[in-house]
């Protein structure tokens, strides 16, 4: 990274939804975990019991966050390590619709599947 400056400018509102959605992650990853793998053994997990605790709203509202959160920490640094390695110009553009479609793809399918889980639709 020689003479490559950081694209997170302080203050920036990437800069800011970065760490937001890190510490969101945080905590709903730690959920995740606790709950999956000490709570309900790793062996008791089963697709019936992902549909009943995505039937309480509250369950599906966390997971639903946790999607959201973990979609844009990721995208987005994904993107912004490789504008800093020196990625500009045409690839640069190119690269933020990338990640931005697909990103957008992976939300999408995620509440799809959140929501058929749940019970709204099927």
Sequence with gaps: ?????PTFSHGSLAWFLQR???VVLLFTLAFHFLWLHFVNHAAEVTLWGSALRMD???YLLLMVVF???AAFHGINGI???LVNEGLSGRARRVTAWV???AGTILVVQGLRVS??????VN
Aim: zero cysteines; glycine letters at 8%; charged letters at 10%.
């Design 1 to 5: 990274m020689t003479g490559s400056r």
């Design 20 to 22: 937001v959605t890190a």
């Design 56 to 58: 309480r709203l509250s």
């Design 67 to 69: 999607l959201l959160t």
């Design 79 to 81: 993107y912004n390590a």
């Design 99 to 101: 990640l931005a479609i």
């Design 115 to 120: 929501v058929a889980l749940a019970g709204v």
